[in-house]
């Protein structure tokens, strides 16, 4: 898995290329698997919605003007196999991360389904967090990376996800900006199912668009290709809503 997940490796790598200098590639930080090593999700695919028109399904009801990165992963008209530059910015100009705490009642009124303790609210709440996942990086001085619904779904204990909001944070902090690093749904349907200690696995077939990390003059300091892969998360009933407890790609 390369892409995101290849990403989470890019805290590291941030203050090295805060002066616009680190190599490309190499990012690493690929995520383990599921704490507790949970029994696998059923093999018989849960139908889904149609993911014809090349959005990820089920979707919280947020607008975002992003394009997901075709999965044959061939680049847009007028675009490079690296992406587009962003163009350097201007001087004076830093980024930001936004962090507004939500609560149950916040995260019901994201969700398309009822917010409960039910296997379906669980399925929208992962497919909520893949569709956010790309919303914590900013992407220039005015427009803030949004960590609220990304840290609202997501469990302290979740590695992933802590390394996604640390990796947002140093970059803005390094005024780095991020594109790409979307997740979209590949196929109509995913599996999924509850376990004995009442938490449930689902393991979504997703497209992950490439990641690039653009300095501040608007070259690219690193990136990470996309692909296929399964992305496999735990979640726990808590607080009156899912969170996120662990996340694997395989």
């Known amino acids: 898995m390369v892409g995101l997940a290849a990403a989470v490796g890019f805290a590291c790598a ?3 290329c805060a002066g616009g200098g680190a ?18 999700p059923s093999s018989s695919a849960l139908p889904g919605p149609s993911n014809t028109s090349g959005t990820s399904a089920p979707s919280i009801q947020s607008d975002t003007s992003d394009t997901p990165v075709p999965p044959d992963q061939t680049p847009l008209p007028g675009e490079s196999a690296a992406g587009v530059s962003p163009g350097p910015m201007a001087q004076g100009e830093f ?7 939500l609560d149950a009642e916040d995260v019901a009124s994201l969700l398309p389904v ?5 296997e379906e609210a669980a399925f929208h709440t992962a497919f909520a967090l893949m569709n956010v996942a790309d919303d914590v990086y900013a992407t220039s001085a005015d427009t803030a990376g949004d960590l609220s619904v990304f840290a609202a779904l997501s469990a302290p204990e979740c590695g992933w996800c802590a390394s996604v909001m640390d990796t947002a944070t140093s970059a803005a902090a390094s005024n780095l900006r991020v594109t790409g690093a979307s997740f979209t749904t590949v196929g109509d349907s995913f599996d999924g ?4 200690d009442g938490s449930v696995v689902v393991a979504i077939p997703v497209q992950e668009s490439a990641t690039q990390v653009w300095s501040p003059d608007g070259t690219l300091a690193q990136s ?7 992305m496999n998360m735990q979640l726990e009933w808590r607080e009156q809503m899912w969170k996120v407890t ?5």
Do not use: N
């Open 224 to 230: 990470a290709g996309g692909g296929q892969s399964t």
């Open 14 to 16: 941030v203050a090295g």
């Open 95 to 101: 980024l930001a991360t936004s962090l507004e705490l």
């Open 23 to 40: 190599e490309a590639g190499g990012a690493g930080g690929e995520p383990g698997a599921l704490e507790g090593e949970p029994a696998a």
């Open 114 to 118: 009822a917010l409960a303790d039910t």
């Open 193 to 196: 199912q509850r376990l004995e």
């Open 246 to 250: 662990a996340v694997s790609t395989t």
